[in-house]
């Protein structure tokens, strides 16, 4: 990223380093030199001093193109935005273009696999709609022997916190199959930027009121995909993998939640604010969000997505007893067995073993 | 990652291991690194690793370098050792004797692709790598996309350009590591208008047009990579008796069954594996007779998956459900596409379906029931 930066100095374009994290890193303070660095921002909180990329202080500025390191980072409390790819979206729309960079653990979408791979929860998270408003998506490649050898040497961190890194995440099965998801990712960003003529773009068309019937789109039959929003704290990992579906197939992407009383005020205050919670989560991931009522949780869900022309319904695996069908069906049988025209996703749990 | 361990191998399984790893600690090992067009900076990469293991004291030299040389590249060149291309009938050739009687720890070849005229040692520069590697020579090397045999068909249709070196997908998936270097398309389009390069006629024509191709090869990179690296994931996993227990790659398993049609599930398996660049697969579980009107569905159905290019399974097994489960964990599958029951019998109401008995017992793996 800083060698492009100079490159395009080179070229006389006007460009300025909004926020840089080396890490102490003798190399990349080294690749830094001869650009010009906008100071950070200094925030108390608590008592401590924290900085913060100075965004008032670039539009001031206004360059050209700002690098911006980390991406991913969660600004600290008191910041005018939460996250930093929020800050760079107010330098976008500056018109301002921004060179920045992240890995593929901040990958919204990711964060599920990311965890059953390497046992860290994610925590800063990028959602996939932010990441495929990019321009150009690049791959940062590098065997995972590379940069095991590089944690080694202390090239990466100090030699004690290198030792950490190495029994913890730096694992090579782990490194290899999180650079195999970011090979992936990148190709599925490069084939989205690329083939104009098929729609692979999810659509954002708004769910059509109470209208009847499928809609068509662009003649073909479009898939339509709703998400069962429930107060299982799995529901994430379903709205995450409901997301990620959608995109790969080019699908338009929607969520409810089916309360079986009279208005969301009616539930537990703990229900009330987890439903709300994965409402806002499915909504920030640019997922239309609706509230049903009904007293018969399978039916009210069933007929709505006949009602909206649903394709697919995205179910979490009812988890705890199974007792025979006898003893009356559990939810997930209810709607599989009245959701017979279309199709049903039982999306598993991703548990680590 | 779970620690279960696989069957013990048989000892001749076991002698080859042990062959096979005595050949590896002989043998230098090979970094390729990967290009999906030419002119993305493969050769400063490369040259510039060179460079670095020289400062941190490792002997490193040249063997081969392009016919072409960008002032990039020779500043590298500057700093390091190079034993000249000798020539024979007029044509660049490594000099392979040279480097084996100089015998360093490191070679760089840049051009793997390369062809040597008839009267070499070797009809190809791969396989110069080949006995340098043989000897203990460790090896940089880079290629392109494009010749890489198992998809020259595939980049001659997008370029429309034959080209007539390749090297084979072997090579690739053996070596020791790969590095892609990867640069926006633009970025290469650029580039390609700045030398006599191969891809220079490319400015002539429609920009959009040629990036699109671009991003295409650039996809086609991406994903070959991203093999290589499952496979050696693979391969690592099983050198120490690890299983793997998921899935960075999208595998569909369609499961037929006899009295169904299965044309529209099978498309969509086909459909969704192509979006997901993913795997096809599809098995029928054979359970008790079929009359031969069902017979007769079954067979169109297979024969309609193959024709899908899907990996095609009959297993025989009295429990349709843990045969679906054993054949998706051994191939490491993640979705798993299948009809709704149509009716259910009385033991069915009483112990649930095939289906919610698949839905119970599927653990991380999605199911995905379709309307019959």
Redesign the interface.
């Known amino acids: 990223m800083l060698e492009e930066a100079h490159k395009l100095k080179a070229q006389g374009i006007d460009v300025v380093v909004g926020y840089f994290e080396p890490h102490g890193r003798k190399d990349t303070i080294e690749k830094a030199k001869g650009l010009e660095i906008i100071p950070r921002r200094k925030l108390v909180y608590r008592g401590s001093t924290f900085e913060e990329m100075d965004t008032e202080a670039i539009l001031r500025r206004h360059p050209q193109v700002c690098v911006v390191d980390e991406f991913a980072h969660t600004n600290v409390p008191g910041s005018e935005r939460t996250k930093r790819w929020e800050d760079v979206r107010v330098l976008l729309d500056n018109g301002i273009d921004v060179l920045t960079n992240m890995n593929v653990q901040h990958l919204e979408s990711l964060n599920d696999?990311v965890w059953?791979?390497s046992?860290v929860r994610v925590r800063e998270t990028v959602p996939d709609w932010v990441v495929k408003e990019a321009d150009?998506v690049?791959?940062?490649?590098?065997?995972p022997?590379?940069l095991l050898n590089r944690l080694r040497r202390g090239v990466v961190y100090p030699q004690e916190k290198a030792q950490k890194a190495l029994e913890n995440f730096f694992k090579?099965?782990?490194l290899?199959?999180l650079?195999?998801?970011a090979?992936?990712q990148?190709?599925?960003e490069?084939?989205v930027?690329?083939?104009?003529q098929e729609d692979?773009r999810p659509a954002r068309s708004p769910l059509p009121g109470n209208q009847s019937g499928p809609h068509s789109r662009s003649g073909e039959s479009a898939d339509r995909l709703l998400i069962h929003i429930t107060t299982d704290p799995s529901t994430a990992a379903l709205i995450r993998?409901g997301r990620r579906v959608a995109d790969?197939?080019?699908a338009e992407c929607f969520a409810v939640f089916v309360n079986t009383g009279s208005g969301l005020h009616s539930l537990p205050v703990a229900e009330r604010q987890t439903v709300e919670k994965q409402l806002n989560f499915a909504r920030n991931l640019q997922i239309e969000t609706r509230i049903l009522e009904g007293k018969d949780v399978a039916e009210t869900l069933v007929s709505f997505a006949r009602r909206q022309g649903i394709t697919?319904i995205f179910v979490l695996?009812t988890r705890g007893r199974?007792l025979?069908?006898?003893f009356g069906r559990n939810l997930?049988?209810q709607i599989?067995w009245l959701a017979?025209?279309?199709?049903?996703?039982?999306?598993?749990e991703?548990?680590?073993? | 990652?779970?620690e279960t361990h696989l069957n013990r191998p048989d000892p001749e399984q076991l002698l080859r291991q042990l062959q096979a790893a005595e050949r590896y600690e002989r043998r230098g090992s090979v970094?390729v690194f990967l290009g999906y067009t030419s002119r993305v900076g493969k050769s400063v990469r490369m040259l510039d690793e060179a460079r670095r293991r020289k400062e941190r004291g490792e002997d490193v030299v040249v063997g081969a370098t392009q016919p072409v040389l960008s002032p990039d590249v020779e500043a590298l060149l500057a700093k390091l050792e190079v034993i000249p291309l000798k020539f024979i009938d007029g044509i660049p050739v490594m000099d392979v004797e040279a480097i084996l009687k100089r015998h360093p720890r490191v070679c760089v070849v840049d051009g793997l692709a390369h062809n040597n005229p008839p009267s070499s040692r070797h009809a190809r520069r791969w396989e110069d790598v080949e006995e340098l590697l043989e000897a203990g020579i460790s090896i940089l090397t880079s290629v392109n996309l494009q010749y890489i045999d198992e998809y020259k068909e595939k980049v001659e249709q997008i370029t429309g350009r034959h080209v007539v070196e390749s090297v084979p997908l072997s090579f690739l998936r053996s070596a020791?590591?790969?590095?892609?270097?990867?640069?926006?398309?633009?970025m290469a389009l650029e580039r390609a208008g700045e030398m006599p390069a191969e891809t220079a006629d490319l400015q002539d024509s429609e920009t959009a047009a040629q990036?699109?191709k671009?991003?295409?090869l650039?996809?086609m990179a991406?994903?070959l990579?991203?093999d290589i690296?499952?496979h050696?994931?693979e391969m690592?996993?099983l050198r120490h008796g690890?299983e793997?227990?998921?899935g960075?790659?999208e595998r569909i398993l369609v499961c037929i069954k006899a009295g169904v049609n299965a044309r529209q599930m099978l498309e969509?398996g086909r459909r969704?594996a192509d979006?997901?660049?993913g795997e096809l697969y599809v098995v029928h579980v054979r359970e008790g007779d079929t009359s031969p009107q069902e017979e007769a569905g079954l067979n169109e159905s297979l024969a309609h998956a193959r024709s899908l290019g899907a990996h095609v399974e009959i297993l025989e097994e009295q429990d349709w459900v843990a045969a679906v489960l054993r054949f998706a964990r051994e191939h490491r599958i993640t979705?798993i596409f299948i009809h709704?029951s149509r009716k259910e019998t009385w033991l069915?109401?009483?112990?649930?379906?095939g289906?919610?008995r698949l839905?119970?017992s599927?653990?991380?793996?999605?199911?995905?029931?379709?309307?019959?």
């Open positions: 696999t059953q791979v046992g150009e690049v791959m940062v490649d590098l065997p022997q590379a090579e099965p782990t290899n199959t650079r195999e998801l090979l992936r990148t190709a599925l490069v084939d930027r690329h083939e104009p692979s993998r790969y197939l080019g697919q695996r199974n025979p069908a006898v997930v049988q599989v017979r025209d279309m199709q049903v996703t039982i999306v598993a991703h548990r680590r073993r | 990652m779970s970094k020791d590591e790969i590095e892609v270097v990867d640069i926006p398309t633009d990036q699109q671009l991003g295409k650039r996809e991406l994903l990579a991203a690296v499952d050696q994931l690592y996993m690890v793997q227990t998921w960075t790659q969509s969704n979006r997901f660049r979705q709704h069915e109401r009483l112990f649930g379906s289906v919610d839905i119970r599927a653990e991380g793996i999605d199911i995905r029931v379709f309307p019959q």
